[in-house]
């Protein structure tokens, strides 16, 4: 669970995926710090090889696969980041990679799964039935499945984010994260709990995405029906284990409206010139429309880019 994750086992993910990723830029941002009344920084893993920060997650379970493991393959569900990401540190590897994906999942995010070499199924209706159809092929196949968004290692690599904002602001007052099945916010509220308490921890999604924002309020999972959103990387149900992580750590919660995602990515190229798709906008939708109030200074986590051209020219131009 949550509170098992040390921040050793995060130094030594670090550590190992090093050579393999990039210490992605912290930039300021001029017009949050003015809204915020002090120091904003967007942590810019839209700038991450394959475009997210879920390949520090992938890199570090394949890294610690043991040779058996690695020769059976693994087998991945995702929205498409999480897919790619497993793709890349397969490829990387020379681990055979079968990656289940929703019929709908991004185009972008499709092609650059079967580019790296992975075999690609999409033909599952959503985020969900992928998961229970790569769950079942992994267990008749033999293969490792490597949850999107849970297992120690996963987790661990997850939190080098957290890792790499803490060394460049080590008086952080804030960290604002996107939330889906709470992979990222796993990794990072580990390490920020133990070595830096005084940080407030802020999460963002969709009110498509709901999951996690309404079982926090309703104090038991909540099910949500599976619906379009521009923020399909934080699609899908959550588990115990995710909501563990939501209880333990979030501090707030901000959901915002598929209007406001969208009037975000159009904001973060248009101020920022960032490419970022709609599930790695919304934190910085959640402080620049003002739906909570920061202390500063504050990280906010642009966790992803990979988003279709026809959608983000929509968006800039809807």
Same mark, same amino acid.
């Given at each position: 669970?949550?509170?098992?994750l040390?921040p050793?086992?995060?130094?030594?993910?670090?550590?190992?995926?090093?050579?393999?990723?990039?210490?992605?830029p $912290?930039?300021?941002?001029s017009?949050?710090?003015?809204?915020?009344?002090?120091?904003?920084?967007?942590?810019?893993e839209?700038?991450?090889?394959?475009?997210?920060?879920?390949?520090?997650?992938?890199?570090?379970? $394949?890294s610690?696969?043991?040779?058996?493991a690695?020769? &059976?393959?693994?087998v991945?569900?995702?929205?498409?980041? @999480?897919? %790619?990401?497993v =793709?890349?540190? +397969?490829?990387h /590897?020379?681990?055979?990679?079968?990656i289940?994906?929703?019929?709908?999942?991004p185009?972008?995010k &499709?092609?650059?799964?079967?580019? *790296?070499g992975a075999t690609?199924?999409?033909?599952q209706?959503?985020?969900d039935?992928?998961?229970?159809?790569?769950?079942? /092929?992994a267990a008749?196949?033999?293969a490792t499945?490597?949850?999107?968004?849970?297992?120690?290692m996963l987790?661990?690599?997850?939190?080098?984010v957290a890792?790499e904002?803490?060394?460049?602001?080590?008086? *952080?007052? #804030?960290l604002?994260?996107?939330?889906?099945?709470?992979? %990222?916010?796993?990794?990072? +509220?580990? *390490?920020? &709990?133990?070595?830096?308490?005084?940080?407030?921890?802020i999460?963002?999604?969709?009110?498509?995405?709901a999951a996690?924002?309404?079982? $926090?309020?309703?104090?038991h999972?909540?099910?949500?029906?599976?619906?379009? #959103?521009? =923020?399909?990387?934080?699609?899908?149900?959550?588990?115990?284990?995710?909501?563990?992580?939501?209880?333990?750590?979030?501090?707030?919660?901000?959901v %915002?409206?598929? +209007?406001?995602?969208?009037?975000?990515i159009?904001? $973060?190229?248009?101020?920022? @010139?960032?490419r970022?798709e709609?599930?790695g906008?919304?934190?910085?939708?959640?402080?620049? /429309?003002?739906?909570? &109030?920061?202390?500063t200074?504050?990280?906010?986590?642009?966790s992803?880019g990979?988003?279709?051209a026809?959608? /983000?020219?929509?968006?800039?131009n809807?």
């Open positions: 669970m949550f509170s098992d040390k050793t086992e995060i130094l030594a993910a670090a550590d190992r995926i090093r050579p393999l990723v990039k210490r992605t $912290l930039i300021k941002s017009a949050l710090s003015e809204i915020a009344g002090g120091d904003v920084y967007l942590k810019l839209n700038q991450q090889t394959t475009g997210s920060f879920k390949l520090r997650g992938a890199l570090n379970v $394949l610690t696969l043991s040779a058996d690695r020769k &059976r393959g693994v991945a569900s995702s929205a498409g980041n @999480h897919g %790619l990401g =793709a890349y540190a +397969a490829k /590897f020379g681990v055979p990679a079968t289940f994906v929703p019929s709908n999942a185009q972008v &499709r092609d650059g799964i079967v580019a *790296l690609i199924d999409t033909t209706p959503d985020y039935k992928a998961m229970d159809a790569a769950k079942a /092929f008749e196949r033999g499945f490597i949850n999107p968004c849970l297992g120690e987790l661990a690599g997850q939190g080098t890792l904002i803490l060394g460049d602001i080590p008086g *952080l007052t #804030t604002v994260v996107n939330v889906g099945g709470g992979g %990222l916010l796993g990794g990072c +509220a580990s *390490l920020v &709990r133990a070595v830096a308490p005084q940080v407030k921890i999460g963002a999604q969709s009110e498509n995405t996690m924002s309404r079982s $926090l309020a309703a104090g999972l909540v099910e949500i029906e599976s619906l379009p #959103t521009l =923020a399909d990387g934080l699609a899908g149900q959550i588990d115990d284990e995710a909501f563990d992580i939501g209880r333990h750590g979030l501090d707030e919660m901000v %915002l409206s598929e +209007a406001d995602i969208a009037r975000a159009a904001w $973060l190229w248009e101020a920022e @010139h960032q970022v709609g599930a906008a919304c934190g910085v939708g959640a402080v620049l /429309f003002e739906h909570v &109030r920061i202390a200074p504050a990280a906010i986590v642009v992803g990979n988003i279709d026809a959608k /983000f020219d929509g968006v800039l809807g």
